[in-house]
């Protein structure tokens, strides 16, 4: 994803996303003479706030003074009709909120999330005088202040992961100065746990493998609503036996717990469990263990509904956005279970190559550019089937809407399809066009043929956040630059996968240098340009980081992680470089890279030694 800078809340667009635990190996206590090792105790996903929305009066909160939770005007709720709000009094004043939570033991993850509006009448824009303070404990979690005004409620993440098997005093502290207020207010919070601490598997393999899914999906009138049946049949490929699946349910993060946007219903070849991981996580347990090289299918009613906003799953008018809705399996290798939250400043998505067949039923009105190659057939009464099938791919995203379009041929034969909303000149979309079929023959010769059929581009100068990429599928606005961009991650991240939640330099920053080297640009003396915000701050840093430190994420991952390529390009020199990254894409083709892999090849194709390179470029791994 091309990130731009982020409109306003009070506009509908969400800001800042979650912030992750990060999911790390769990090691068995070690042996000790004539005692049994101790046994990690299961991790139950829960959500352990009560009353976090405050619609159910103060309980169990402690506040003081008595009137912080509230309805009263002058402020509004992030959802239902009560809050938080703690000071906006203008004078030296303190307010506090608690609530004592136990974090059940055995979760490998913690999440404390809130909503959270910043006004003021500070003029300042340097000096913090009236602050809001988190707390777990005596811990301080986090701190805002005067300087983080919104003009709406952005949802904020904290990892408190270490706190699990406690029972602690979650805590909000509001403090202002002499004068000018500052108010905080709060809502919906919640603290989530997932995980599991039982040793690992074994092996490094990367299971549920070989996924195929089949959806048939019926939309209404306007194709913001979708109803139907998914099925998805998968292996264990792994020496460890496959007790249970996920599903990854990400498009919830763009609503709530108690208003799903995706909903899964009447499950079959398996016992569903609790949602968990803000209702982003569905595990389902399987009828028995699936052995190694064995094989299951597990079925379910979907429903999806499209929230309103120009996103990447939203609609803007009459144009629907469907991307990330079809739930999908999450990964469990030597690490676990992959159960990151969803980020909105990236992206959390780490999936194994999979098979898709959708079959879309929907008005003859709307086109349904989709993931795939389609064919459209005759439906009922003034209806059409599109049926889009796809071979290898991540994930799968379709638009509805009555779309203008425009197709050609790339010279290297790649069929491009440009669909754009109202309000986008036909010069724009031809333009769009003439870039996505260079791109896309760019991208091909120095990493290997384009492979799946036809390539979509749906163009909307409304989308907050730029461009976002689907495997045979973009999002875009009108800019050569960023087209580029997201086309080239049709090979980083579609066909040389990664953990995109762990190493989001692995898709962004090969992906800006891909694009660098479509455009002609050489990134000489970029580097010279850097500057670090602090020592933690890294190029292979994971979302949890940047969610925690946003403005940086994409200075550092694209911007500086692109500079390092290009650097280590010069080292290499040209030819060295272009051979590398052609072999890697065809070593990890359909599958995961990881940085130490990459650190490995580059090491093998120079007789320089590369520590002091990586070390000066803050690659770890």
């Not at 997932?194 to 074994?202: C, E, F, I, K």
């Not at 890279?593 to 803050?618: P, V, Y």
């Amino acid at each position: 994803m091309r990130s731009a800078p982020h409109k306003a809340l009070g506009a509908g667009v969400f800001t800042l996303a979650a912030l992750a635990a990060l999911f790390l190996p769990v090691s068995p206590a070690a042996a000790q003479p004539a005692k049994a090792a101790p046994v990690a105790a299961a991790c139950t996903p829960a959500q352990v706030v009560t009353n976090g929305g405050f619609e159910s009066g103060a309980s169990p909160w402690t506040q003081s003074p008595s009137t912080v939770i509230t309805s009263r005007s002058g402020q509004s709720a992030h959802a239902g009709s009560s809050f938080a709000w703690l000071d906006g009094v203008g004078s030296t004043h303190t307010d506090t909120l608690a609530q004592s939570v136990t974090i059940p033991g055995g979760c490998t993850a913690a999440t404390l999330t809130f909503w959270l509006h910043v006004d003021t009448a500070e003029t300042t824009s340097s000096v913090a005088y009236d602050k809001l303070t988190a707390k777990i404990g005596s811990t301080t979690l986090a701190t805002y202040s005067n300087l983080d005004k919104n003009t709406g409620y952005v949802k904020k993440s904290l990892d408190v992961s270490s706190f699990a098997g406690q029972t602690v005093n979650l805590s909000f502290t509001g403090t202002e100065d002499v004068s000018l207020q500052t108010s905080f207010v709060l809502d919906d919070i919640a603290l989530d746990t997932s995980g599991d601490t039982a040793p690992p598997p074994a092996d490094p393999v990367r299971t549920p493998a070989a996924p195929s899914y089949t959806v048939s999906l019926s939309s209404d009138t306007s194709g913001t609503a979708w109803n139907g049946h998914e099925s998805v049949s998968f292996t264990n490929a792994s020496a460890t036996a496959l007790s249970e699946v996920y599903l990854r349910l990400w498009d919830n993060y763009h609503g709530t717990c108690s208003a799903m946007p995706v909903t899964v219903t009447n499950v079959t070849g398996g016992t569903a469990g609790a949602l968990s991981v803000a209702c982003t996580a569905l595990k389902i347990t399987l009828p028995a263990p699936l052995n190694q090289g064995q094989s299951a299918t597990i079925g379910f009613d979907l429903a999806i509904t499209v929230p309103s906003g120009a996103d990447r799953f939203g609609h803007d008018g009459a144009f629907s956005f469907i991307g990330n809705a079809l739930p999908v399996l999450a990964v469990r290798d030597s690490a676990g279970w992959h159960l990151d939250p969803y980020t909105n400043n990236g992206e959390s998505f780490y999936s194994l190559a999979a098979d898709f067949t959708v079959t879309l039923d929907h008005p003859s009105g709307l086109l349904v550019p989709a993931t795939g190659t389609s064919t459209d057939t005759p439906g009922s009464s003034g209806r059409t089937v599109t049926t889009a099938t796809a071979s290898q791919v991540r994930d799968f995203a379709w638009a509805a809407g009555p779309f203008s379009t425009i197709s050609g041929t790339s010279p290297g034969g790649v069929p491009v399809n440009v669909y754009s909303v109202s309000g986008i000149s036909s010069s724009s979309a031809q333009s769009m066009l003439s870039t996505a079929k260079t791109a896309v023959d760019a991208h091909a010769a120095r990493f290997g043929a384009y492979p799946y059929g036809e390539l979509d581009a749906v163009i909307d100068n409304n989308y907050w956040f730029g461009g976002m990429e689907y495997p045979g599928f973009v999002l875009d606005l009108v800019s050569t630059t960023a087209l580029t961009h997201e086309i080239g991650h049709q090979w980083w991240y579609g066909i040389v996968g990664d953990d995109e939640y762990t190493s989001p330099w692995l898709d962004e920053a090969f992906t800006d240098y891909a694009t660098d080297l479509a455009l002609g640009k050489t990134g000489t003396g970029c580097w010279s340009t850097v500057s670090w915000a602090s020592g933690a701050e890294k190029i292979t840093n994971s979302m949890a980081y940047w969610d925690a430190n946003s403005s940086r994420y994409s200075t550092v991952v694209y911007g500086y992680g692109k500079c390092a390529l290009h650097d280590l390009r010069r080292v290499l020199g040209d030819t060295a470089m272009t051979k590398l990254l052609k072999d890697y894409a065809t070593a990890h083709w359909y599958g995961v890279s990881t940085t130490a892999e990459f650190k490995a090849a580059a090491q093998a194709a120079t007789g320089t030694d590369l520590t002091s390179f990586w070390t000066q470029h803050r690659i770890d791994g």
